[in-house]
């Protein structure tokens, strides 16, 4: 494993679980937020985003956290992830974890935000995770169909249990 992506809904544990990772295995940690995101909220373009990705993913080692799998064709994830771990967490476990996380940073910013950008906790961040994200279940499934047979390995996580038994497995 060298080329490690990791999705799930926001509040999944993915930010976690990507930085307990790359720093057990000694690889660079991109965070999708600092990807999207400039400072104060300003989103980058989709060319620009698309940009970065792809050279990120060009490299010989990445953790990569983050969804965006409408991208990955272009920007390179998609052919170049060696695995991708799916969080896939109940939603409800998901929201209460970002709201603690809100909580806990609403007053100083996240390591894995770009300057400037404060903790939100809001209705659209709310509707996203107990709804959207939920909603597009069949839709991952396809995609991580397809990556299998791009010969890609797909390991999802339910809950806690099952991924701790994942990291301990691979000596993480």
């Not at 690889?27 to 989709?46: A, F, G, V």
């Not at 961040?125 to 010969?151: G, H, N, V, W």
């Amino acid at each position: 494993m060298k080329r490690i992506w990791i999705t799930g809904s926001s509040g999944s544990g993915k930010t976690t679980y990507a930085t307990r990772i790359g720093n057990k295995l000694n690889i660079p940690i991109y965070h999708r937020d600092h990807i999207t995101w400039q400072e104060n909220w300003k989103e980058r373009s989709d060319t620009d985003q698309i940009e970065i990705v792809r050279e990120i993913s060009q490299m010989d080692r990445w953790v990569f956290d983050g969804n965006r799998f409408s991208a990955s064709k272009l920007d390179g994830r998609f052919e170049n992830c060696d695995v991708l771990i799916h969080l896939s967490r109940n939603r409800f476990t998901c929201f209460f974890r970002a709201l603690k996380r809100y909580f806990e940073n609403r007053n100083s910013p996240r390591k894995d935000l770009p300057e400037g950008c404060k903790e939100e906790f809001d209705w659209t961040l709310c509707k996203y995770i107990l709804f959207q994200y939920p909603k597009q279940k069949k839709q991952r499934e396809l995609f991580f169909d397809d990556l299998k047979m791009a010969r890609n390995e797909v390991t999802v996580l339910k809950r806690r249990r099952e991924i701790n038994k994942w990291l301990k497995e691979n000596n993480i």
